[in-house]
Structure formats: C-alpha cells, structure tokens
C-alpha cells in the first residue's frame, strides 16, 4: 500500500502562467499556476481574492493567459513577488493589445485571449471561467500542419509541494498508440 498524506494539493505538474488584464490605460500582470481546463471550450483561471488584478478582471470581465518558456522566466517570477497594489507592474514585459483588448505579452510564445462568463467563489478564492476569444503563437512554435508544437514551445510548469519550477520533457508516444501496440 502506498503511503497516505492525507488531503494534499497534489495534482501537478500545471503550466505557469502571466495573467494580464487592462488596468485602465495600462496593463497588469499576475503569476498564476492554478489555473485548468473545463469540457472543450472553457478555461479556469483561479485567483486569490485579495489579488490586485482580480478587480481589473471584472471590470472588463477580459484577461490574457500568457504560456511562459525560460526566456521570461524571470520577469513572470517577478510579477508573482509583488503586488500590483504597491508596485505598477505595467512595464514588466513588453505587449501589444489583442483584438479583443486585454495586454499580449510579445515575448510570450503563446497568448489566450479570454472572455469571463462566469466566476467560482471558494472562502478565498475566486476562479473566473473564461471562453477563448484568440490565440496568439509564436510561427517558430507552429508545425508543418500549422498545429501548436509544445516540443518546441516547452512551457514552464509548476509545482506546489516543493514550490520549483519544471519544463515538459520528451515526446513519449502518439495518444492512444500504446492501446494498440501488443504486450
Ligand atoms: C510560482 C507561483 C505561482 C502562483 N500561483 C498563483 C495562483 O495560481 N493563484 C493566485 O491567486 N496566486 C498565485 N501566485 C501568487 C501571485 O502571483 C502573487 O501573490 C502576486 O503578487 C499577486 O499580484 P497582484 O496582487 O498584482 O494581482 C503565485 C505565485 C508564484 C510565485
């Protein structure tokens, strides 16, 4: 029997994302880990409720999902340090605006634009669910059959226990391949 810790946030590794949304005139940005996929056209972004960006989020009801590979490792570990609060986070990374609005980080080799459609309150958290208005990819990060090559792109991801940093590895195999190969 394998040992039981008991009740342990232990689903990861989870990609590492930069939140942004337009605070006014400016964009903001939010390092966000805890975020998930619902059905095939609903995304979950979930945000503590004293976060700065959650009432720039509501006020436009838009946001950014913004994958992150090594090269803006740094400046998106900076936005989870501070708080847009006490500290205008608007320069941090270089963006164009989306056309929907919300702030698209240049460098970022992959951008979700998001609407909010509707919002999970937990005791602390808020989790806004967003459908996916556009997506925005680096071509370096397309394949031949212009689908998103992630062998290419290797987002960050995230773990809670020991609170590091990883990258996704190796290809292992074609999805549902391993069915059919005999024993
Ligand atoms: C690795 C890492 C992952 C994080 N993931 C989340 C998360 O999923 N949800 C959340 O609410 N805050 C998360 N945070 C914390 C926020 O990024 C941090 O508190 C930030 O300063 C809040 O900024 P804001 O107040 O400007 O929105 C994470 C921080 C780090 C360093």
Known sequence: MKKNLGSVLALYPTPVTVIGAM????????????????????????LAKPHFINECIKKTNKLSINLVDEGILKETDYTGSVSGKKTDKSNVFEYELGEKGTPVISKSPLTMECSVVDTYNTPNFESFICTIDNTYV??????????????????VLFEFPTYQYLKTGDVIGKCLSFSKKGK
């Open 23 to 46: 605070n006014n005139d400016k964009p903001t940005w939010t390092l966000v880990a805890h975020i998930g996929i619902i059905g095939h056209d609903r995304v979950l972004v979930s």
């Open 138 to 155: 680096s071509e370096e990060h397309l394949d031949d059959n212009g689908k998103i090559n992630y062998n290419t792109l290797k987002p």
